[in-house]
Structure formats: structure tokens, C-alpha cells
């Protein structure tokens, strides 16, 4: 049974930063390209970032670039979001989401496996 399980989030000042982290069990990230989303109360859940299998790509959102990180550990298990320089508008639950392709696509239904979601809220 796959299973991915995030951890990190939790209640940061803004300008705060934090470390999201993503395991999987019963399949092997470094196989699968690995996707962050989030989802704000009242709002689509949006994709923010990925790293694909083999990690030849890692694609950004245009708010998190310059902020936010994804990269593997050297045992590929788990994938990191580092997220720095936090703002009130990325208050969301972040979800790690797992497909096999080595694209990095941005519409949740292209990937196969997904995490419960952790809760960042960014607040003074």
C-alpha cells in the first residue's frame, strides 16, 4: 500500500521560514516525480512546485520562486519544500503528491498518489 505522509507545517511570523517534508512508503520517490500543491480555505487546491523523476526538471510557480525550494535528500526519501520568507497568502494545507512520468505537470489529477496534507499558517 503507497502511502505518502507529510510533515513541517506549523504556525510561522511572516519574513519566518519552514521545511516541509514528504516520505513515501510502498514506492520509491526517487522513481516519481514529486509535486507540492495547496489548498487555502474557499480555493481550488493549486500546484506550487515539482521536481521530476531523475531530477532534470524543477518547475516553480511564479509566487514561489525566489521563496520556495524542492530537492531530495542523498537517500532520494523524503522530498523537501524549503519555504522562506513566508507571507499571509501562503496560509494553505500543503499536499505532496507523487506520479510515475518524469514530467512535471501542474493539474492534480495527473498524479497518482497523495499525502494528507499538512497546515502552514503564516501569521503575526
Known amino acids: 500500500q503507497v502511502q505518502l505522509v507529510e510533515s513541517g507545517g506549523g504556525l510561522v511570523q511572516p519574513g519566518g521560514s519552514l521545511r516541509l517534508s514528504c516520505a513515501a512508503s510502498g514506492l520509491t520517490l526517487d522513481y516519481h516525480t514529486v509535486g507540492w500543491f495547496r489548498q487555502a480555505p474557499g480555493k481550488e487546491r493549486e500546484w506550487v512546485l515539482c521536481?521530476?523523476?531523475?531530477?532534470?526538471?524543477?518547475a516553480y510557480t511564479d509566487s514561489a520562486k525566489g521563496r520556495f525550494t524542492i530537492s531530495r535528500d542523498n537517500t532520494k526519501n523524503p522530498v523537501y519544500l524549503q519555504m522562506n520568507s513566508l507571507k499571509p497568502e501562503d496560509t494553505a494545507v500543503y499536499y505532496c503528491?507523487?506520479?510515475?512520468?518524469?514530467?512535471?505537470?501542474?493539474?492534480?489529477?495527473?498524479?497518482?498518489?497523495w499525502g494528507q496534507g499538512t497546515q502552514v499558517t503564516v501569521s503575526s
Open positions: 503528491a507523487a506520479r510515475s512520468y518524469w514530467l512535471c505537470p501542474t493539474t492534480p489529477y495527473t498524479y497518482d498518489y
Open positions: 521536481i521530476s523523476r531523475n531530477d532534470l526538471i524543477t
